[in-house]
């Protein structure tokens, strides 16, 4: 546990009968950080989310949120969460100002009050302030969303896959909107199964399964990937997959973007591929040595090594 | 105290921003009182009634006469074959067949005893005693008539009889508009609390907003409370426009105390929203909710003693009734506006509503727990 740290999770456990959502997960969050959760659906995102906005009770373990246990200190660490479900959970029939108004007070404050903090957020929707909430586009509705969990001052804002089925637009201008709130030392923890999305984080955990893979800045876990990484390229991209996976040297071979990255068995590499590619019919075919972005490291992580290679994780 | 304030607002809000549920909470107690006051009765009218007079004398025709004039029957079919009436019992055209065996004169006239045949139809078993019982009613005058005749005639002094005149207390007239509206009130607030507030909180679930409620300081007493109070003071509204009907529509009677009959309408309310807020934390959809809520609805309301004694049902089914908050209601209901009771008449009632109060709500706030 760091000295700064707001949230401190160690050996933390949750279940749900047969099934292990959160399998023994430790780790820190500084002050002001942003702190990302990477997964793919199911890997316990969630789970991890409810119990640290003390919805949900842990099996076992300690989770410790601005010095209060989760569970014992229930009752004031509400009143200094901020939660954005996954879901739009506000009330559809309340009109934005409504919704916002209610918020405000059930926590006991104003929207006046507060008003600089949300103030960059809500101006996109404060056209829109008549309008009931359920009538709101799906970008806006998470700036509403985003303004209701911010307005009574959180020091800790809880954001569930925010940007899941947000156009790509509304998605830059959403980490825009949380680069921005830094500046008030509000610490973010944040979900997404976007890949991208982990770069615009301070930290980020890669989780699967229950269990964190790693941790730590996004750069050093790009660094993590230690192997010669190959971009291949050709027009006829899925047909390129299946060949290339059937190349005896290959070790794997992930779609990324328009091209297919590839790692060879003991990163042995020659132009055997290109000869390969030729002799099966690619005319178009550009090979060039990358540097790993972090889906590479994250699907590295996620496959067990291959006997015999050489790979460290 | 001002969270609650702020929560019992939002609610408001929430309803009347539905423009039709805005409306139907008030539209729809009206119509039921109009609809099932004057609707609900166990009074029968022109019983459809088949004579088969085998005997065509002065006696049969006398008494035939009787029964036309009784408001109560409508002679619709005269006939002589036994089995076209008993076509038409089949066919559904009367429900009564009165037979008058041939020679019912003449045995009359020697003083021999004689006999009537009557098959009622009695797939509605209450219709068929009730009309069995009027029949039997007007025989019987026949039959007093032709005894004091007989006998009159024999001897100079009139003979003794004992003739029971009976009054109807609290409902002279046995008027069942009297009888069932107080019942219909009770009813009308158990379905539009019971239902309004238990969707409502099933509703938040299924929305997910609940969750975001669980996260602020809200606390869990403050959330149930401001979920009972709105449906509470619509429960109340509701109430007024139905004791209005009463008086100024069906001039149902109020000899009690008003004030003593919100009192304990409140403390109903309080029960059966605590009760059905109850069901929808054990509730995850509001399909989930309604069949539930129904099944508890149905039960309260057919067992209330509206329709039906109580003290006819079997013990085991009385016992249970302990457990209906609807049968409390529905006693001081009528008590109240027909009786005139007071605070002491009715404290056991009372009483029973309290704890019946007081027990549902504790429970719902302690099954609605915030952290799972």
Redesign the interface.
Known sequence: MTANSIISVSHLSKSFGEVNALKDISFDVGEGEVFGFIGPDGAGKTTLFRIITTLLLPDEGEVTILGLDCVKGFRELRKNIGYMPGRFSLYMDLTVEENLNFYATVFGTTVRENYDLIADIYAHIEPFRKRPAGKLSGGMKQKLALSCALIHKPALLVLDEPTTGVDAVSRAEFWEMLKKLKKYHITILVSTPYMDEAMRCDKVALIQEGKILSVDQPERITDGFSRRLFSVRSSEKYKLIRALREFPLTDTAYPFGDSVHVTFRDDHYDDTLYRYLTAAGFTDVSIGETRAGIEDRFLELMTPPLQGSNRTL | M??IY??IR?EF??IF??KFLGRAIFAIPIVQMLILVPAVTFEIKEVRLCIVDKDMTTESRELVGKLVGSTFFKVGHTTFPEREANELLNRDQCDLILQIPAGFGKDIGKGTPTQLMASANAINAMNAQLSWAYLNGVILDYNMNILAREISSRSFSPIPQIEVTNRYWYNELLNYNFYMQPGILGILVLAIGFILAGLNLVKEKE???I????????KKYQFILAKIIPFLIIGLIDLALGIAIGILVFNVPFEGSIWLLFLCSTIFLIAVLGLALLISTFSGTQQQFMFTGFFFMIIFILMSGIFTPIESMPVWAQKIDLLNPVVYIMRINRMVMLKGSTFQDIQTEFLALVLYAIATTTLAVNRYR???
């Open positions: 001002r969270t702020y929560l939002k809000i929430q921003r539905d929305i997910g907003t969750e975001q409620m669980n996260v602020t300081p809200v915030k952290t799972a």
